[in-house]
C-alpha cells in the first residue's frame, strides 16, 4: 500500500510538465473531429470555431503562466518558416530625382501574389463545381479542426470588408457635411446615414446574387493592369531591392497604385468566390450546407460598389489636383462693345487661355482687361491701372501677351506665399520641445500638407502632417507653379528648422522664383545663391544611397537610406561659433551645508 501511494506521489515528476493539458487539448481537437463529422451546416461550424477559439486562448493563456514544450517547438517552427521567406521582404525609398535613371523593374513578389490569387480563384471556382452544396464536404472528410481555421480567417475577412465597405463612404460623407455644416453637432445625420447605407445594402444583398460584384472585380483588376502596363516617365519612383548587394530599382508610383489596386481587386474576388461562389446567379439552395458563409459574403459584396465610388473620387480628385498638370490662365474680359469683347475673347482662346466676359464677376485670380479704342489704351504704360485697357490691335502684339501671362504670373505667386504663410502660422503650434523643424512639398500630389518632424522622435516612418492640406489652403494654379519653380531649380523638398521666422523663409523663397524668372527654368540652385539671405543658413544635400546628411552644427533631419532626394534645407544661421548641444546639467553636484549662524542664528 505505501509502495503505491508513493507512486501517485512521485507521478508529477514522472510526467513532463503540462502533460495533463496536453493530453486534454487533444482530447478535445479528436472529439472535434468526430462531432464534425455530424455537423450539418456551417451554423453548427461556427460553435465549434468558437469552442476553437476557447481553447486557442486558454492554451495562449495557459503557455503564458507556464510554457509548453509542444508550443514553444510550434513557435519555433513557425519562426523559422517566416525566415524562410526572407527573399520577399526588400529595402525601399523614394525617388523624387529621377536622374540618373534606375532600371524599371517591379519585385517578383507581385507576380507570384498574382499566381497566388488567380490560382486560388481557380481553386474554390472548381471546389464549388464539385460540391454545390458546399465546399465544408473537403473539411469533413479531411481535418475539421483545419477547415475550421480556415472558415474563421474566411469570416474574419469578409467582415472586415463589410466594415471597411460600410465607414469608408461614410467618412467621405461626415468630411463633405463638415465643409457644408462646419463644426455644428453632425452626429444625429452620421446615425442616419450609417443605419440608412447599412439596412440598404442588405436589403440588396437579400434580393441580388452577388455576380455583377464579381464581374466588378475583375474589370477593376484589368482596367489596373492597362493603366501599369504603359511605359511612361513619372515624376516620382519607389525604390527597392532584394539586400545591399543587389541592385537598385525603381516602381513609378503610378505602377505602384495600379498595382495595389489590381491585387486588391484580385483578393476581393477570390474572397467573394471562395465565399458566395454557390449563389452567384440564383437565390441560396434548399440543401446550402454554407448559408451563412454566403451570406456574409453577399453583404460584404454588394459593400464593395460603394467603396469603389470612393476610390474613384480621390483618384479623380487626385488626378485633377495634381501639381505637374497645368490649368490655362482666365483672362476676363470686359468692354463697352459687344463685338469687340468677343473678338477678344477668340484671340485669347487662340492663346489657350480660359475665357471669363462681363457680366460675369472677375474672381481675384483672375487677369482682367478693358478692351477700349486705341487713343486710350494703355497697353504699353510703364505702370497701368489694372484692368488693363487694351485694344484690338494690341491684343495681336506678342508684347502684350507676355504682359499679361507675367501679370498672372505674379498673381498666383502672390496666392502660393499667402497660402505658405497660412500653412507656416497654423503648422508652428506644432512645434515640440526638443526641436526639429518641417517639411514642405506642396508640388506633389502624394504630399498632402506639412509634415513635421521632431529632433527627439526615432520613428523612421513618414512625418506626421500638421495644420490643413495643401488642396484646402493653397489653390490649384499656385500649387502649380511651385511644381514649375522647384522642379526647374531641382528641389525635391524643403527641409525648415524651428526658429525660422516665415519672412526669413520666403527670402530663401524669393531666391528660388529669382533663380527661376532670370534663367527661364534651366538652372538648378546651389548653396551660393542663397548667400545673401539674412540670418538663416540654406544647405542643399542630394539624398541617396550611401550618401547620408552629416552635420556636426546642424541638426540631420532622418531620411531613408535607400532614397533619391534634392533637399533645401533652412536652418537657423549659427554663425561661426555656435553649436548643436544638449542643456547643461551636472548631476553629480551636492549643495554644500551652511554654515551655523550664516542665517543670523
Not at 523624387?96 to 474554390?124: C, D, S
Not at 462693345?337 to 466676359?357: F, K, M, Q
Not at 489652403?473 to 526658429?499: C, K, N, S, W, Y
Amino acid at each position: 500500500m505505501k509502495l503505491l501511494t508513493s507512486v501517485f506521489t512521485l507521478n508529477g515528476r514522472v510526467l513532463p510538465a503540462g502533460t495533463w493539458f496536453t493530453v486534454a487539448v487533444c482530447a478535445f481537437v479528436i472529439g472535434l473531429e468526430i462531432a464534425g463529422r455530424y455537423a450539418a451546416s456551417d451554423l453548427h461550424d461556427g460553435a465549434a470555431a468558437l469552442a476553437l477559439v476557447g481553447v486557442g486562448l486558454t492554451v495562449a493563456v495557459r503557455h503564458r503562466r507556464e510554457p509548453l514544450p509542444w508550443v514553444a517547438r510550434l513557435a519555433a517552427l513557425g519562426r523559422r518558416a517566416a525566415g524562410s521567406t526572407s527573399w520577399l521582404r526588400y529595402d525601399h525609398g523614394i525617388d523624387l530625382r529621377g536622374v540618373p535613371p534606375l532600371p524599371r523593374r517591379t519585385p517578383p513578389v507581385v507576380f507570384v501574389l498574382a499566381l497566388v490569387l488567380f490560382t486560388w480563384g481557380g481553386l474554390a471556382a472548381g471546389a464549388w463545381a464539385v460540391f454545390p452544396a458546399g465546399w465544408r464536404a473537403v473539411g469533413i472528410y479531411s481535418s475539421y479542426t483545419l477547415y475550421l481555421a480556415l472558415l474563421l480567417v474566411l469570416w474574419g475577412t469578409l467582415l472586415t470588408v463589410a466594415c471597411v465597405g460600410l465607414f469608408v463612404p461614410i467618412a467621405a460623407l461626415d468630411k463633405w457635411l463638415r465643409r457644408w455644416l462646419g463644426d455644428t453637432d453632425r452626429r444625429g445625420a452620421e446615425l442616419a446615414a450609417v443605419v440608412g447605407y447599412a439596412v440598404g445594402v442588405a436589403l440588396v444583398a437579400w434580393e441580388f446574387p452577388p455576380a455583377p460584384v464579381l464581374l466588378l472585380c475583375l474589370v477593376v483588376a484589368v482596367s489596373a493592369w492597362a493603366a501599369y502596363v504603359p511605359r511612361g516617365r513619372d515624376g516620382a519612383a519607389l525604390l527597392w531591392r532584394g539586400s545591399a548587394d543587389k541592385p537598385v530599382c525603381a516602381v513609378p508610383l503610378r505602377r505602384v497604385l495600379a498595382t495595389v489596386i489590381g491585387l486588391t481587386a484580385l483578393l476581393a474576388f477570390a474572397v467573394l468566390l471562395t465565399a458566395c461562389g454557390g449563389r452567384l446567379f440564383a437565390p441560396p439552395r434548399a440543401d446550402d450546407t454554407m448559408p451563412f458563409t454566403a451570406l456574409l459574403g453577399t453583404v460584404a459584396a454588394w459593400f464593395l460598389p460603394g467603396l469603389l465610388c470612393v476610390v474613384v473620387v480621390k483618384l479623380n480628385g487626385a488626378r485633377r489636383g495634381d501639381p505637374a498638370r497645368r490649368t490655362p490662365p482666365t483672362l476676363h474680359i470686359a468692354g463697352a462693345h459687344a463685338g469687340d469683347v468677343r473678338s477678344a475673347a477668340r484671340i485669347a482662346r487662340r492663346w489657350g487661355w480660359a475665357v471669363r466676359t462681363a457680366p460675369q464677376a472677375r474672381e481675384p485670380n483672375h487677369v482682367g482687361v478693358e478692351v477700349v479704342e486705341e487713343a486710350r489704351s494703355e497697353a504699353t504704360e510703364f505702370n497701368p491701372v489694372w484692368p488693363l485697357k487694351v485694344s484690338l490691335a494690341d491684343l495681336q502684339l506678342r508684347a502684350v501677351k507676355e504682359r499679361l501671362e507675367r501679370r498672372d504670373e505674379i498673381k498666383v505667386r502672390r496666392q502660393l506665399f499667402r497660402g505658405l504663410q497660412k500653412l507656416f502660422k497654423r503648422a508652428s503650434v506644432f512645434k515640440g520641445p526638443a526641436g526639429g523643424g518641417f517639411w514642405l512639398a506642396p508640388h506633389w500630389w502624394f504630399v498632402e500638407g506639412v509634415g513635421r518632424e521632431d529632433a527627439d522622435s526615432a520613428s523612421e516612418e513618414s512625418p506626421p502632417m500638421v495644420g490643413p492640406a495643401y488642396s484646402r489652403v493653397l489653390p490649384r494654379r499656385a500649387r502649380q507653379h511651385a511644381h514649375a519653380v522647384l522642379r526647374a531649380t531641382q528641389v525635391d523638398m524643403i527641409f525648415i528648422e524651428d526658429g525660422v521666422t516665415f519672412r526669413n523663409l520666403e527670402r530663401a523663397l524669393r531666391v528660388l522664383t529669382e533663380l527661376y524668372d532670370v534663367h527661364g527654368g534651366t538652372r538648378r540652385a546651389e548653396e551660393m545663391h542663397f548667400r545673401g539671405v539674412p540670418k538663416v543658413r540654406a544647405m542643399i544635400h542630394e539624398y541617396e544611397p550611401g550618401n547620408p546628411f552629416r552635420s556636426d552644427l546642424y541638426p540631420e533631419p532622418k531620411f531613408d537610406d535607400l532614397s533619391r532626394v534634392r533637399v533645401l534645407h533652412i536652418f537657423r544661421d549659427r554663425g561661426a561659433s555656435e553649436e548643436l548641444t544638449d542643456q547643461p546639467f551636472d548631476f553629480s553636484w551636492t549643495p554644500a551645508p551652511a554654515p551655523v549662524g550664516s542665517a543670523g542664528w
